[in-house]
């Protein structure tokens, strides 16, 4: 449904950037657990071209006595191929001219002198161990920690972290917490991780397509934008465009990732996000807030079909992890969609930084859906790099934290959300108002797969890996698994029930 528009967003970043302000902004990401549901994140449709008022958090100043609410998150500087995409929403020292770092700064500030606060970090590379090892002490040395999601599942089993729901002064209702993430995630009406606009690394894992003017020009295809517009951008259209650009440009008769031009870029995590992208899960939860398998259906297959149709095709489709191993391989997306040697790439949200320096344009658009039928386009969080916010079973005052978290992600909601729209809309990265209008698309209406996210009796392996290793024998894979997958809902469940 339409959302408030973009360009108001950006009017309350220029507002932020001039006087540090609280001026309206877009309303954040319409996360729902079934997108084509049509059910906007707050409930209610937005009156569209109109800002958002400011809403304020019903909670007074308070005087915590200078304590440190520390907050740990995970670092991913040991891994080459995710150098600089550590968490940049939660902590900054001063002011440097960033527009992110700055916004942080502000909001940080604001929130510690109504509560007498000093707000820090601690980046750890052992997050799983480190959290256990904390909790398992009994050590209150966290007030939050900030696991990727796929991470969640495990922790939370074992009794780790307390349900949001159950933490006074947080009011997961309000706007600036991530609905979607409420409905796709909680079970049995328990929840113990959430997203929402005090961070930023949630947006940065979004997964979507990029795409070359450059190629589309040469090759005289039809603008991709006036596709997604028309309902006419599906898979079977992304196959056919990518197998009519891809050439052996230096003539020695084989297709290789440094020396020849391809239709699509695409990495192993790509199946799961096509599968949501075409309105297919793992799983999903029924009205009890139960999870259910809903793999094996005859449109699920459809979908898979034609992903494998699509990431199966070595003549047009370049697989990263193929070439896991050989060289850092993100590095090698960014330098071949750089040299225009790929018409599309699948990307998550944070690599467009890394395009600032591509000399021709290029453009942002959602993943393609299975057909013109599907109703809505549908992005895919990624759960391996989108990170949340959990609270350990050790946090001393839990008023005192749901105060804070509250806070923090309302003022965030008018501070760092219309900042970081500004740093990806207003020309630093993405080139066009076009592209301006897909991310509006992109953002109002994304999706979490509860059974990959869980990993269901490890069927997540056969979504992961089957692209990159050739097979096509879904159906064959899940009567392996479901057994598994059906005893391991059953377990999560029952340990969700046991903790108060």
Not at 18 to 32: L, S, V
Not at 214 to 241: A, C, H, Q, R
Not at 387 to 410: F, K, Q
Not at 457 to 473: A, H, M, P, S
């Amino acid at each position: 449904m339409k959302k408030i528009i973009i360009c108001l967003v950006l009017a309350a970043a220029l507002v932020f950037l001039a006087a540090c302000g609280g001026g309206p902004d877009q309303d954040k990401i319409a996360n729902t657990a079934e997108p084509d549901a049509g059910v906007s994140e707050s409930g209610a449709e937005p009156d569209a071209g109109q800002p958002e008022e400011r809403r304020y958090p019903d909670l007074e100043a308070r005087d915590f006595g200078g304590h440190d609410f520390r907050f740990l998150t995970r670092s991913l500087a040991h891994n080459p191929d995710w150098v600089g995409l550590d968490h940049r929403d939660i902590y900054a020292e001063k002011e440097n001219g960033d527009i992110i770092n700055d916004a942080v700064y502000i909001r940080n500030k604001k929130i510690e002198e109504k509560y007498n606060i000093i707000i820090s970090e601690t980046v750890t590379k052992d997050f799983i161990g480190d959290t256990r090892k904390t909790i398992k002490a009994g050590e209150d040395i966290y007030d939050v920690v900030c696991p990727h999601i796929s991470e969640v599942a495990p922790l939370a089993q074992e009794g780790n972290f307390i349900d949001l729901f159950k933490i006074p002064g947080m009011d997961l209702s309000e706007p600036w917490w991530n609905q979607g993430c409420i409905r796709d995630l909680s079970i049995i009406r328990k929840l113990f991780v959430i997203q929402g606009d005090l961070l930023i690394l949630d947006n940065d894992a979004l997964e979507v397509m990029i795409f070359s003017k450059t190629l589309i020009k040469d090759n005289g295809f039809g603008s991709p934008y006036d596709m997604v517009k028309n309902g006419e951008w599906t898979i079977d259209v992304l196959i056919e465009m990518s197998k009519a650009v891809s050439r052996d440009l230096n003539g020695d008769g084989q297709m290789y990732i440094k020396d020849d031009l391809f239709g699509c870029i695409v990495v192993a995590g790509s199946s799961n996000s096509f599968m949501v992208a075409g309105n297919e899960k793992v799983a999903a939860k029924d009205e009890n807030d139960l999870p259910v398998i809903t793999f094996g259906s005859e449109r699920g297959y459809r979908v898979l079909d034609a992903i494998s149709r699509l990431m199966l095709d070595e003549n047009s489709v370049v697989h990263l992890h193929r070439y896991e191993g050989q060289f850092p391989i993100y590095e090698e997306q960014v330098k071949m969609f750089s040299e225009n040697r790929a018409l599309f790439s699948w990307i998550r949200m944070r690599i467009v930084e890394s395009l600032r320096a591509m000399e021709t344009d290029f453009g942002i658009i959602p993943l393609p859906k299975l057909d013109k039928q599907q109703e809505k386009y549908i992005t895919n969080n990624n759960p391996i790099n989108g990170a949340g916010l959990s609270v350990p079973n050790t946090a001393g005052n839990l008023e005192r934290t749901g105060m804070i978290l509250e806070d923090l992600c309302a003022e965030s909601r008018y501070i760092l959300q219309p900042a970081y729209y500004e740093l990806n809309l207003r020309g630093k990265f993405v080139r066009d108002d076009e592209s301006q209008e897909m991310l509006d698309i992109i953002l109002n209406n994304t999706a979490y797969d509860i059974g990959y996210i869980n990993n269901f009796g490890g069927f997540q392996e056969v979504i992961l890996r089957y692209g990159q290793n050739k097979k096509t024998d879904y159906a064959s894979a899940f009567e392996q698994y479901k057994t598994r997958m059906q005893n391991d809902i059953e377990k999560t469940i029952a340990a969700y029930a046991s903790i108060d």
